[in-house]
């Protein structure tokens, strides 16, 4: 069952139990966003659930990121009357990409959507993308009737594109920032990533930090998760392990456990 947090008047935050996803919610007074919608269509209706709970406004959702969790929920979204889906360009460029072979990862929770059979299991793309070229910083404005939301990109992360998404004094940081557990590298810019990190710290406007996962955080939270990070790189290139792969004893040096230390020396060798 969804957990529901009420963070600001007319700002919730969503919480669910498969992949301690996250998803938000914002009301104006001609309609709603959703944040994330889940990994498929069972996720995705206990999110509407909660949602509709609470109000019955027309909705428009945000995928803060192209990783399965976050978008493959928008069925139900699409057949709870919802149309205008936004995202980063090449969230959107991923999404049809990679979208049918991430279906194998959520199979175990999600089997109809990993099958690709059944209500709300084909995969719902973008509708509006953010300005601009989709390499440098970018933002644009939602208004939802009295009440503006601010998309934006700072430049590349946990991915090549991550939207984070403002509202009052709260900003949704899809998985650029991460609580309670290490950040997934698999498809990161560890550098380009304490940037984004460090940028989205001194946007003095927000005080309350929500990430894809775990529970929201404050600007420290997220000066430390780019503390910690740096920490890593400096790291793995004090024994020159940039550009000459991957070293097992190395990953016991690093500040995160060794699966994620090893695709985190993998990325930063990679790029």
């Keep these: ?3 529901t947090q009420e963070l600001r008047p007319g700002v919730y935050v969503i919480g669910t139990e498969n992949w301690r996803l996250n998803s938000g919610l914002v009301l104006g007074t001609q309609r709603a966003l959703v944040i994330d919608t889940g990994a498929g269509p069972r996720q995705g209706r206990e999110v509407l659930t909660a949602v509709r709970e609470l109000t019955e406004l027309p909705l428009t959702v945000v995928n803060t990121h192209a990783h399965y969790d976050h978008y493959m929920g928008n069925a139900v979204f699409t057949r709870a009357g919802a149309t205008e889906f936004w995202a980063h360009k090449a969230c959107a460029a991923a999404m049809a990409e990679v979208g049918e072979y991430q279906r194998s990862f959520v ?8 099958e690709g059979q059944g209500m709300d299991t084909q995969l719902i793309m973008p509708t509006n ?8 910083p970018s933002l644009t404005r939602i208004d939802l009737g009295e009440r503006p939301v601010t998309l934006f990109f700072l430049g590349p992360g ?3 594109n991550d939207v984070c998404v403002g509202v009052d004094d709260v900003v949704f940081c899809g998985d650029l920032v991460e609580e309670g557990a290490d950040p997934n590298f698999e498809d990161a810019y560890p550098q380009r990533w304490v940037e984004s990190l460090r ?14 996962h775990g529970s929201p955080v404050t600007g420290n939270f997220v000066s430390q998760q780019a503390d910690t990070m740096e920490l890593a790189i400096r790291r793995a290139r004090d ?3 940039s550009g000459e792969g991957p070293s097992t ?6 500040p ?5 230390a090893r695709v985190f020396l993998d990325r930063l060798a990679a790029i």
């Design 1 to 3: 069952m969804a957990r």
């Design 107 to 114: 199979s175990t929770q999600e089997p109809e959507m990993g």
């Design 129 to 136: 993308t953010l300005p601009g070229d989709g390499r440098r």
């Design 158 to 160: 946990h991915t090549d």
């Design 199 to 212: 940028a989205l710290a001194t946007l003095e406007r927000y005080r309350v930090f929500v990430p894809g």
């Design 239 to 241: 024994v020159g392990l």
């Design 249 to 254: 004893a190395s990953m016991y040096r690093l």
């Design 256 to 260: 995160y456990q060794a699966g994620v």
